[in-house]
């Protein structure tokens, strides 16, 4: 705890010597680090880890405390217990460290790079045109009516434990094939299905809930499950209300609620294209 103590007064003094004149590998040091500070701050902020980081701030601000009234006793104690705290500290924070770090494994900052010398023009698209249409058409159909529905789109994350889950249906995506899946009282109706490319893989899966405790009540299983599975994966889930049609989709713990045909087209191209621009389904509209 005294070679900590140390360190930083030793830190707080070269801060406050001046500093050397500035190069461009400091920029890019500073950029880096800010990047980083940024997503954790992002992630704290958007997790359960917020409300024990405050309490690991409150236990800090004992610690130094403790040190400034030379309470030896406590200190030694602290001291002793410290490298069982830290241990402690990563394994309440492990489900939120998994997710984060997922996260960050799931950016594709270097793939659009690499992607353009090996991949041919279909390779380089998840689904094609006519698929984001059925969808877009078999959701609103089904909304029409109120019939509840939960369509997984995979990206890159695979979600072969979650299709295990269910019955393998293999086909071609279609609207008709959709809303057949999801019509009330029929054998495939209940839980999810999971679409990769352009073929429906697997229906009646069981999708992961998210506890994320500011989701609205009015929003039931359905959305839950839609918002879970978006923790877990880069998946883009779409989901039917039962209860009042309304099409909602959910995406990166995001979920999207009440939209209409035009957004979600735009969000369905929007990773159709994963390596491309983002904004082509507003080309298109401009042409």
């Not at 070679?3 to 400091?26: G, N």
């Not at 594709?108 to 058409?137: A, C, M, P, Q, Y």
């Not at 695979?158 to 899946?181: P, Y």
Request: proline residues 2%.
């Amino acid at each position: 705890m005294d070679a900590a103590l140390t360190w930083i007064r030793l830190h707080i003094i070269s801060w406050l010597t001046p500093p050397k004149q500035i190069e461009v590998m400091d920029l890019v040091q500073i950029i880096i680090i800010a990047f980083f500070v940024y997503r954790l701050i992002i992630w704290l902020k958007n997790s359960r880890a917020y409300t024990l980081l405050r309490g690991i701030l409150l236990i800090i601000g004992f610690v130094i405390m403790a040190n400034v009234l030379h309470l030896d006793v406590i200190m030694w104690l602290l001291g002793n217990v410290g490298v069982v705290a830290l241990m402690a500290v990563v394994i309440v924070f492990q489900p939120e460290l998994r997710k984060f770090l997922e996260q960050m494994g799931r950016k594709r900052w270097f793939n659009s790079l690499l992607v353009f010398g090996g991949k041919s023009e279909e390779e380089r698209i998840r689904f094609s045109d006519h698929t984001i249409n059925e969808l877009v058409r078999a959701c609103f159909e089904m909304g029409e009516v109120k019939t509840g529905a939960l369509i997984v789109l995979e990206q890159d994350v695979a979600l072969t434990e979650f299709e295990n889950t269910g019955i393998e249906v293999d086909g071609m995506l279609s609207g008709s094939l959709l809303i057949n899946i999801f019509e009330k009282n029929t054998p495939l109706h209940d839980g999810a299905v999971i679409v990769r490319g352009n073929r429906v893989v697997a229906a009646t899966c069981y999708l992961p809930l998210t506890d994320n405790m500011g989701l609205s009540k009015s929003l039931g299983t359905r959305h839950r499950a839609a918002l879970g599975i978006s923790e877990v994966s880069d998946s883009l889930t779409i989901v039917v209300s039962e209860e009042t049609g309304k099409v909602s989709y959910a995406v990166d713990g995001s979920l999207t609620a009440g939209v209409s045909p035009t957004e979600l087209k735009e969000q369905l191209y929007a990773i159709q294209r994963p390596y491309e621009s983002r904004h082509r389904w507003k080309r298109k509209e401009k042409k």
